[in-house]
């Protein structure tokens, strides 16, 4: 039970490091996406004048950004999985809070191993329930992201349990 609980300690950790540069990230990509699109909208409210002279190529660009517009959805994050990407964050720093009492409890032998598979057991239950929003809101897992999580963990684990 010992190396199922300290793997439930490394992997919720990832999970905390991950969800804050994956929605750090994502913030940004949305951040600069809509400034592109009021850049360009502007420009062609503002640059009239410019653009009466090329309708074609106005109406081209009018057109890219409407069609981005309605892309948006399936190309980046929207405000509601951004929430999501909080809330499982919050979840994970929480379910992280809780194995690591977990571990030291177990490892002070403040509680048996029975006990500890209980409580272990109550915990992951609580994770079923995030797994959905996870699922629906994390698409894919960038690997630059998950190799600098690793680094991240891997470091916090040798500052504070010296492994």
């Known amino acids: 039970m010992r190396n199922r609980i300290w793997t439930e300690l490394t992997q919720s950790k990832h999970n905390i490091e991950f969800t804050y540069i994956y929605s750090d990230q994502q913030r940004g990509v949305l951040r600069i996406f809509n400034i592109i699109i009021l850049a360009f909208s502007s420009a062609g409210i503002m640059g009239w004048k410019i653009w009466e002279n090329l309708p074609l190529f106005a109406c081209v660009v009018i057109a890219g950004i409407s069609l981005l517009r309605l892309l948006q959805p399936h190309l980046i994050m929207?405000?509601?999985?951004?929430?999501?990407?909080?809330?499982?964050?919050?979840?994970?720093?929480?379910?992280?809070?809780?194995i690591e009492k977990l571990w030291f409890d177990f490892e002070s032998n403040r509680i048996t191993e029975i006990q500890v598979t209980d409580v272990f057991f109550e915990l992951k239950q609580q994770e079923t329930e995030i797994n959905l929003i996870i699922a629906e809101t994390?698409?894919?897992?960038?690997?630059?992201?998950?190799?600098?999580?690793?680094?991240?963990?891997?470091?916090?684990?040798?500052?504070?349990f010296n492994v």
Do not use: A
Not at 81 to 98: A, C, E, G, S
């Open 138 to 160: 994390i698409r894919s897992k960038p690997k630059r992201i998950v190799e600098k999580c690793k680094k991240n963990s891997d470091e916090y684990f040798k500052q504070v």
């Open 78 to 98: 929207n405000e509601k999985q951004l929430k999501n990407l909080d809330d499982i964050h919050r979840f994970y720093v929480d379910y992280y809070n809780q």
